[in-house]
């Protein structure tokens, strides 16, 4: 087997690694593509590549999240990961495990983690690399990484979000909220809804975006069944779509252009949070972006 072949077959593996470690699709995609262009350009004798690989991207990736960190906390508003509709790498063993892994709730919950426990989180926890191969990525001994494997899974139990394990009773609440949402029902939302349900958006100072959290089943619904038909009268559609592995949409303007995403969290047959990410530097990856701006002035217009 060639190296792009062996590449190619190993791309979905080192997106998904690059993906949990950065939540930026595109940062990962660049991440890999590097990986890449340095293992075409070594001149060395490679036994393994997944190892050499996995390695690298890793590397890549904790260099890049050191320097992204210093402009998330300059970013206006809340801020979300971007939206990823399919996750490439597949193992049939454990997909309800990588699915929540990828999902909004613990990606931001991995945002506590410094970028070696994230990685060596990621790496462990996710993938079920042994620690020799751990300690060759991140470039630390096996007894550095197994202490910060300790550190980083205390963290995450500390916030560990939970879902529903049945997908399909999962999918089922999903197909209601939106089948309410297209109707306005008011009581049919707050039925599904958590009592302190919250929604909010990530507009990064680029979009229209919520001015805060809206907290509570009964204001949460209220705004969805007075805001959706209203862009529904300015043909604003929405089709169901995973996101994160976790219920979603993707709404777009009459042109067919990507307006924002949205996912939920359900757990204990309830919708826990609504997470919409609206700025449109995080969805070019989804589809040619509408401009928020312009539907959110149409909606004013037409109040």
């Known amino acids: 087997m060639s190296r792009i072949e062996r590449f190619e077959e190993l791309r979905p593996l080192l997106f998904s690694i690059a993906y949990r470690i950065l939540g930026s699709v595109s940062e990962a995609e660049d991440a890999v593509q590097e ?33 992204a960190r210093v402009r998330r906390e300059e970013y206006v508003g809340p801020w979300f990961p971007e939206p990823l509709l399919a996750d490439p790498y597949a193992d049939p063993e454990r997909s309800a495990e990588l699915a929540d892994s990828v999902s909004m709730a613990a990606l931001l919950l991995l945002e506590r983690l410094s ?44 916030g560990r ?12 609440l999903a197909s209601r909220f939106f089948d309410a949402l ?29 001015a805060r959290a809206i907290v509570g089943a009964q204001n949460v619904a ?13 043909d604003v559609t929405f089709e169901p779509h995973e996101v994160n592995g976790q219920p979603g949409a993707i709404f777009r303007d009459r042109d067919g252009k990507v307006l924002h995403t949205l996912a939920l969290d ?10 919409m990410v609206i700025n449109p530097d995080k969805l070019g990856h ?18």
């Open 182 to 210: 297209r109707e306005g029902d008011v009581l049919g939302l707050q039925d599904l809804l958590a009592a302190d349900v919250s929604m909010v958006g990530d507009g990064g100072g680029k979009a229209p975006q919520l």
């Open 35 to 67: 990986a890449w262009l340095r293992y075409e350009a070594s001149s060395a004798e490679i036994r393994s590549a997944k190892a050499f690989l996995s390695a690298t991207v890793t590397r890549i990736s904790i260099d890049v999240l050191r320097s």
């Open 161 to 172: 979000p939970r879902f529903d394990a049945d997908r399909k009773e999962r999918e089922e």
């Open 266 to 275: 359900v757990l204990d047959g309830q919708i826990q949070q609504i997470r």
């Open 115 to 158: 970028p070696l426990e994230r990685a060596v989180f990621v790496l462990r926890e996710v993938f079920d690399f042994g620690f020799p191969e751990v300690a060759s990525a991140v470039g630390r001994s096996e007894s550095a990484c197994r202490q910060l494997a300790v550190r980083a899974r205390r963290h995450m139990a500390e």
């Open 286 to 303: 989804v589809g040619p972006v509408a401009d928020a701006w312009a539907i959110h002035h149409e909606l004013r217009l037409r109040r």
């Open 222 to 234: 209220r705004l969805l069944a007075s805001v959706f038909p209203r862009m529904a009268r300015i």
